[in-house]
Nanobody
Framework: QMELVESGGGLVQAGASLRLSCAASGSERTFSSYAMAWFRQAPGKEREFVAGVDWAGGSPQYADSVKGRFTISRDNAKNTVYLQMNSLKPEDTAVYYC?????????????WGQGTRVTVSS
């Protein structure tokens, strides 16, 4: 299991920006072995995919709700994945989690950190 520590959340007003970070450690495989993704869970809702990136930082994918506003990136030298969030909206309010995609199991994410809370006020 990889240890994941998310940070960078906070309380902001609509239209503001935040940059989330996720530091990974403790995996038997190197960090660059994994595609990584960000998910979020709003109060009373299911956890949902936000953005994903392949092992090299390419092929970014985004949920329709965040396209054009959020950017996912990674620094394999620092074992860290980022989520730049611009033009935040109240509906972006959620706890944000990063997760590695299981090697050889496309779309399977089952290793979670504690998350970082983002609250966007209107």
């Amino acid at each position: 299991q990889m240890e994941l520590v998310e940070s960078g959340g906070g309380l902001v007003q609509a239209g503001a920006s935040l940059r989330l970070s996720c530091a990974a450690s403790g995996s038997e495989r190197t960090f660059s072995s994994y595609a990584m993704a960000w998910f979020r869970q709003a109060p009373g809702k299911e956890r949902e995919f936000v953005a994903g990136v392949d092992w090299a930082g390419g092929s970014p994918q985004y949920a329709d709700s965040v396209k054009g506003r959020f950017t996912i990136s990674r620094d394999n030298a620092k074992n860290t994945v980022y989520l730049q969030m611009n033009s935040l909206k109240p509906e972006d309010t959620a706890v944000y989690y990063c997760a590695p995609e299981r090697v050889g199991r496309t779309g399977v994410y089952d290793n979670w950190g504690q998350g970082t809370r983002v609250t966007v006020s209107s």
